[in-house]
């Protein structure tokens, strides 16, 4: 089908020019949407007559930029005041999600939690991993490395000895390890199995630490997933290899201080009280932040969107397929919201959803507009299931359609779309990029700086509401908004449901109060 060449375009190639993007402020184009989008964030109704006029309206102009950069500030002025964060089983969670609550009662909705117990890792002190033999060098927390969520605690100084360094499987079998010097520290490269194989297989063989070298430049937040049983941290591709050119010289010191508690928490969710309960569209974001900061682009943005789209919804006409929006908790602790919510359900719960969509960061700084991979064109894409592909051409035409490139982004696993696919939901969403590198061509389709990442704040104290680009916000809200309506509709392409639609009552001939046959 036509489409620009560039639509599906592999984003994975680094450059070292830069060009700046010099407006970042959105073009005000909806302005009566947002009038109508005032008077709902104001009262929480509509006036008698603004669901007639909501109703001639798509979707795709009633969510606009405006709504979702009122509803960031209010996250950011809660984050503010309850300790400068939202991060999970803290006040500033807690009271964002009184304020989703709030707004989705206000537009109609009942709202439920839905609660779960989780083991909470956290680092008691700052860790550590310097050379120490054959020359001394201290690397940077954060720069050079980063612990993996879940690592063990130790503090190790031993000899590092390279596993099949050379291989994307390094590590990923406890043959690399024939051999291994007991107590060593194991150094893998980052490659093509969990992080926690290569950790475990480390450990198996008496490693006292393992490291865990990126294929990038940079380093990586990565997890183990469940307690390690030794320190295992995450290397940029930089330093991993410094480190290597020691040969077998080499001698580290690494040290984590990190402990595990039983916590409680819980998503929120709402759906439309009408539309087919047995072919369910789900809408979701996480609302929570990292201790670090407010995470106002991840995920105030994404939450931002679920939140609006709701509101603008409750005001249209009783949709196909009924619509259930959820605000994930403890996404940034391992996607755990979403993974608990969906083991719970039965096997008919399951089988009632239609498909999923996703909205995890909309408003990158340095952005793109990444459609998620259904296809699976990505070599790194997770294996989706059928139907994942048609919800990617959905967003995908929007986008052509406004004359704006789009391209695939990778189904990695790291949002919350994750568990519906190991469930079989077909999956999809809309992403305006984290930790990956733009490109001089990709500055030519979407402005902003090559050589640098799409979200320079990502996962730091800096993402804030003024680390915001609201291009991005309005053009993937835009397109996010028209997907959630078409899907609402009907999902035929997805799941091949057609929506019933009940028969016309007959004409029966009346004169006054009187029928006449």
């Known amino acids: 089908m036509g489409a620009p060449a560039p639509r599906r375009k592999s984003v994975q190639q680094p450059v070292s020019e830069s060009v700046e993007k010099t407006d970042r402020s959105p073009t005000p184009r909806r ?27 798509p979707l795709s102009e009633l969510v606009t930029a405006e709504a979702l950069e009122e509803h960031m500030a ?56 310097s050379q120490v033999a054959p020359d001394e060098m201290d690397l940077v927390e954060g720069e050079d490395f980063s612990t993996m969520s879940y690592s063990g605690s130790g503090d190790v100084s031993a000899p590092a000895v390279a596993v099949n360094i050379d291989n994307e499987e390094s590590g990923c079998s406890a ?8 107590g060593a520290v194991a150094i893998t490269l980052r490659g093509s199995c969990p992080f926690g194989d290569k950790v475990q297989n480390s450990a198996d063989a008496g490693a006292s630490a393992a490291l865990v070298v990126n294929t990038e430049d940079e380093t990586f937040l990565g997890t183990v997933e469940t307690m390690s049983d030794i320190p295992a941290l995450g290397v940029s591709g930089l330093a ?16 984590v201080d990190a402990s595990i508690t039983e916590e409680d928490s819980y998503s929120v969710l709402a759906e439309t009280p009408g539309g087919a309960d047995d ?22 943005s994404g939450a931002s969107f679920v939140l609006e789209t ?65 296809r699976m064109d990505l070599p790194d894409s997770s294996d989706a299931p059928a139907g994942s592909g048609a919800i990617a051409e959905v967003f995908e035409d929007y986008f052509d359609e406004q004359d704006q490139v789009s391209e695939p982004g990778v189904l990695s696993g790291r ?52 680390k915001i680009d609201w291009d991005s916000v309005d053009e993937l809200s835009s397109a996010g908004a028209h997907g959630v309506e078409f899907f609402a509709e009907s999902t035929l392409p997805v799941n091949g449901v057609v929506p019933l639609t009940a028969p016309e009552a007959p004409e029966l001939s009346r004169k006054g109060d009187a029928w006449l046959r």
């Open 175 to 182: 043959d690399d390890f024939t051999d291994f010097p007991e």
């Open 31 to 57: 302005t009566t949407a947002a009038a109508l989008t005032a008077l709902v964030m104001t009262t929480g109704v509509l006036a008698s007559g603004g669901t007639a006029h909501a109703d001639e309206l």
């Open 240 to 255: 991993g290899q410094e480190l290597l050119s020691a040969g077998d010289d080499l001698e580290v010191h690494v040290s």
């Open 74 to 129: 209010n996250l950011a002025t809660i984050a503010e005041y309850n300790g400068g964060n939202r991060a999970t089983s803290t006040p500033g969670y807690d009271v964002a999600a009184l304020y989703i609550e709030n707004q989705l009662e206000r537009a109609g909705y009942e709202t439920f939690r839905h609660e779960y117990s989780y083991e909470l890792w956290r680092e008691q002190s700052e860790p550590t991993l």
């Open 279 to 300: 072919n369910v569209v789900m809408v979701g974001g996480h609302l929570d932040s990292v201790e670090e900061g407010p995470g106002i682009n991840d995920n105030g």
């Open 310 to 374: 709701a509101i603008q919804l409750a005001a249209k006409e009783e949709p196909n397929n009924k619509v259930r929006f959820a605000f994930w908790g403890t996404e940034e602790e391992g996607l755990i919201g979403s993974n608990e919510y969906v083991a719970d359900l039965s096997e008919d719960e399951v089988d009632d959803i239609a498909l999923y969509l996703n909205f995890d960061m909309i408003g990158s700084y340095n952005y793109g507009r990444f459609v998620l991979d259904g």
């Open 415 to 466: 949002s919350d779309y994750s568990a519906f696919m190991v469930a079989g939901v077909p999956s999809g969403g809309l992403f305006s990029g984290a930790d990956g590198v733009k490109t001089e061509e990709q500055v030519e389709w979407y402005g902003g700086t090559a050589g640098e990442t799409f979200d320079p704040y990502y996962h730091t104290a800096d993402d804030t509401f003024d």
